[in-house]
């Protein structure tokens, strides 16, 4: 069972969206935003889309080394 989170709430945007954004080359919370819209109104969730980023920058970071 895959758990969907709502990183931000005024946009709507789900960790799923942000993780394929940075898949696709985001790599910060500014270019995270201009793609989907994640930390543009309030900016509360800032933070949790920096720390998505970070995870799925990690996450992409082993799975290379794991295939050399």
Do not use: F, Q
Not at 38 to 46: D, I, M, V
């Amino acid at each position: 069972m895959m758990v969907v989170m709502i990183v931000c709430h005024c946009m709507v945007v789900r960790d799923h969206e942000i993780r394929s954004e940075v898949r696709l080359g985001a790599d910060t919370v500014e270019s995270v935003s201009k793609r989907c819209g994640a930390s543009t109104r309030c900016g509360n969730c800032e933070t949790a889309v920096a720390e998505v980023i970070i995870h799925e920058t990690a996450r992409a970071d082993g799975a290379v080394a794991a295939r050399h």
